[in-house]
């Protein structure tokens, strides 16, 4: 669509090409304000709508530069980024820097269905004329023969395929967003300072997903994943002094379970380089509802009838907590899941039977042994293994000769490490949370130069030097039940 055209033009300059500018001594202005003004502008109960900090002198684009001239590849990045535009007839500091104002949003609609849906973006650009002209250009060299359209009202431009689609965005004699009591919760959970904040309406979420399944005829409810009682998804980016926070919330839609302090981490071993952690309840009781969907229900009957076990076997395996973590291997990384069992013996032979059907499936072969003292059954693939034991109330299974000897053994452990406290100390993570996602990137990158190295290649030196400033990943939620945020921290140094 125009609108499609015009937005993304604008959008990829304004996120890409200020970097060029703030990193020479920009202004030291204030970042995006924690209302967006666009939001006066647009009606309450639209599906979505994004707000994006467009202001060159912000706060949050000096600290963006700032990370990025860590990377190598930064003014190579720029310069193919104004080379593509220039494909376009457009030039960034002569069409769209003047055109745009401090901030761009974008508002879609929906009456419930993909057709009744439509979008519209919208900016108070610093010289009309500028914008005008921008899009008379986009249009000029757009090809689908439906040009885009804009209403200048109080000084605010909204473009769009159609005017239609404008009238239904636009506030006119309406409640603005900015008024809506669920659209003000949303964004009050986010930072102030933002590069992107973002809303999206859980009601009108659940009634595009109830409609697409009535009309694939797929029988899906909505309510199996908790869409019925959705009140809302927000979510923002933000640079920070070391690093890149997404912040995101949500009410309605119970997640179940609340925050924990995990007890496993506390035996994962010291070189792991990912990690999964979260407790399953609440995940399983949301798949529990799955099988009442008629497709979904002999779906699970196949797997059931190939595993020799039930559905509700499966999950009573998770309910507890659960985590998940990678370290380095003899040829590829060892992967291991650890599982918080309250009837160790009861987990311990519903894998037995797995294990059996597994084995008769694919000629494998399920051997007793021991490892650290552990019995320990190992199911023989030939070309790698399986191997799985109990560990005092736990369950563990790997692919590791060692592994369960390993978890929770005499040697050094993750949660001690100087990396994660580092990652941890960076991002601001809580011991108490609903759920951990850690991804050591300092210590992965040679790993991946390893494994190019096993298969006769190199990774480009250019790939790599623009991969060294990233240190770790770490992301996490917080709350109880239908109300919880999620932090996801990207370290750079």
């Not at 060299?141 to 009202?153: I, L, N, T």
Request: net charge negative; hydrophobic share 40%; with cysteine.
């Amino acid at each position: 669509m125009p609108i499609r055209r015009s937005f993304i033009a604008a959008v990829l300059t304004t996120l890409s090409l200020p970097l060029a500018a703030c990193g020479g001594g920009g202004s030291n202005g204030v970042g995006a304000a924690s209302s967006p003004s666009g939001a006066a502008m647009v009606r309450a109960g639209v599906l979505a709508f994004v707000s994006i900090d467009s202001d060159l002198g912000s706060g949050q684009w000096q600290q963006v530069d700032r990370l990025a001239q860590k990377f190598p590849g930064r003014d190579k990045a720029l310069a193919q980024i104004k080379q593509a535009l220039s494909k376009e007839g457009v030039d960034y500091g002569r069409d769209v820097k003047p055109a745009l104002g401090p901030e761009v949003d974008l508002a879609i609609v929906s009456g419930g269905s993909s057709s009744s849906t439509k979008a519209v973006a919208l900016t108070k650009p610093d010289d009309a004329g500028k914008f005008r002209a921008l899009v008379a250009k986009l249009n000029a060299s757009d090809s689908s023969g439906k040009p885009a359209v804009y209403r200048e009202v109080d000084g605010w431009y909204a473009l769009s395929d159609s005017q239609g689609a404008i009238t239904e965005v636009l506030k006119g004699d309406r409640t603005p967003l900015s008024d809506d009591s669920t659209f003000k919760d949303a964004f009050g959970k986010l930072p102030g300072d933002a590069l992107v904040k973002a809303f999206l309406d859980g009601q009108r979420v659940n009634a595009l997903v109830s409609q697409a399944a009535s009309q694939s005829g797929s029988g899906f409810d909505s309510s199996s994943l908790g869409l019925d009682t959705l009140e809302y998804v927000s979510a923002s980016a933000s640079a920070e002094d070391d690093g890149v926070r997404v912040r995101g919330a949500s009410s309605g839609g119970d997640l179940g379970g609340s925050n924990f302090t995990s007890k496993l981490i506390d035996g994962v071993p010291r070189d792991a380089f990912a990690l999964l952690s979260f407790r399953g309840e609440g995940t399983t009781d949301q798949l529990g509802k799955l099988k009442a969907n008629p497709q979904v229900g002999a779906a699970l009957a196949q797997i059931e009838k190939s595993l020799g076990v039930s559905f509700e076997q499966v999950l009573a395996l998770l309910r507890g907590e659960i985590a998940f973590y990678a370290r380095p291997g003899a040829v590829i990384p060892e992967l291991t899941l650890a599982l918080e069992e309250k009837d160790e013996s009861g987990a311990l032979a519903t894998l037995d039977k797995i294990a059996a059907r597994l084995a008769a499936a694919t000629g494998a072969r399920v051997e007793p042994g021991t490892q650290g003292g552990r019995p320990v059954k190992t199911i023989n693939f030939g070309r790698f293994a399986i191997h799985y034991g109990g560990v005092g109330g736990k369950v563990v299974i790997t692919s590791g000769v060692n592994g369960i000897a390993d978890y929770g053994g005499s040697g050094d452990h993750l949660a001690d490490s100087a990396d994660f406290k580092e990652a941890k100390e960076a991002a601001g993570m809580p011991d108490s949370n609903g759920g951990v996602i850690y991804v050591d990137l300092k210590n992965a990158l040679p790993l991946l130069e390893g494994f190019a190295g096993l298969a006769g290649q190199s990774l480009p030196t250019e790939v790599t030097e623009n991969l060294r400033p990233l240190r770790s990943f770490l992301a996490w939620s917080e709350g109880t039940g239908g109300s919880r945020t999620f932090d996801a921290f990207l370290e750079i140094k």
